[in-house]
Structures are given as C-alpha cells and as structure tokens.
C-alpha cells in the first residue's frame, strides 16, 4: 500500500479493507471505502475538493482522478463522487462528476465537471460525457459527445455487477500477496 499523501489540512482515508497498489498516488481529501480498489499507475488527487469512492468501486490502471475548486466561475467547484460497485476502465478521466451505484465506465473514457451518470449505466470505451451532461441509467451510451444507444439487457446488468464482484476477489488477492 502506497503512502497517502496529505495535502494542507487534508488527509486520505483509506479503508483498512481496500486495495491500493504501490504505484498509485493518493492526495489529500479523499475517501476510499471498503473493498473498493485502485490499480496501478493511478492518480487520485483531492486537493482543492473532495474524491469519494464508495464500497466494492474499483480504479483501474492509469485512470486519473481529479476535481475543481470553488471559484467565481464555479461556486463550490465540482467534487468527484463514485458510487457503489462501479467498474471505471483502464485509462478512465474523471474530473469533477458523479458516478452513481453499479455503474460501468469503458476504458479511455472522459467524463467532465459537473456531469452526473445515474445508476447502471454502461459508458462505452473512449466515451466523452460533455460538462454538466446527465446520462440516464439503465442505458449503453457511446461517442464523443457520449449519446444514448439502447437499454441494457438484463445479462450486461449481471456483468456490470459481476465486474464489480470480480475485482473485490482480485483486490484481496493482491493484498495478500503483499
């Protein structure tokens, strides 16, 4: 486990229970609950707002994580919030949204300040959700800009929560390699 790192006042909290390899690095405000992981070469920085990955969420390789201060252009900048059992892709960027519960972010997807991504939704590879955008659950949503495509069938909502599952059992597997 990596050495979280604080930033002024703010220092991560990280659940005894989750997985964070050594290569990631985890800065200031922010939150990662239990069995929840994040894989290598992330980056995670809660310094001028706050980050928040809930239970059983995994991060993979080289996502980054970011957020926007509170500003006249911005009242309140923009936290990062990521729900429960969310699978966000290899090389995902989250900056400043809302991912909701049971959710599943494609790799090299980029999800902007603001946006919000209700509740299993499944965001295609490479996907851009624009500023402020509000993806509607229970959907594929694909492109840049990121538009609706169809609604999940009832087997790619047993994968979304099979992900989820499956990376808890690997997280616990490399903890306790260490």
């Known amino acids: 486990m990596p050495k979280p790192r604080q930033f002024e006042a703010a220092y991560p909290n990280i659940a005894a229970d989750a997985y964070v390899d050594d290569s990631a690095v985890v800065i200031g405000d922010v939150s990662i609950a239990s069995q929840a992981s994040v894989w290598p070469l992330c980056a995670i920085r809660g310094d001028v707002n706050r980050i928040r990955i809930g239970a059983r969420s995994n991060i993979q390789d080289g996502s980054v994580l970011h957020v926007s201060h509170d500003s006249f252009y911005q009242p309140g900048g923009s936290p990062l919030i990521i729900g429960e059992g969310v699978t966000v892709g290899h090389k995902v960027l989250l900056h400043g949204c809302e991912v909701a519960d049971n959710c599943f972010i494609g790799m090299g997807a980029i999800i902007l300040d603001g946006a919000v991504i209700e509740p299993q ?43 989820a599952g499956h990376y808890v059992k690997l997280a616990k597997r490399h903890r306790n390699q260490a």
């Open 121 to 163: 939704t499944m965001l295609g590879a490479g996907a851009l959700v624009p500023q402020g955008k509000r993806l509607d659950g229970g959907y594929l949503w694909l492109g840049q800009p990121a538009r609706r495509v169809r609604p999940l069938s009832d087997q790619e909502l047993e994968i979304m929560a099979y992900n």
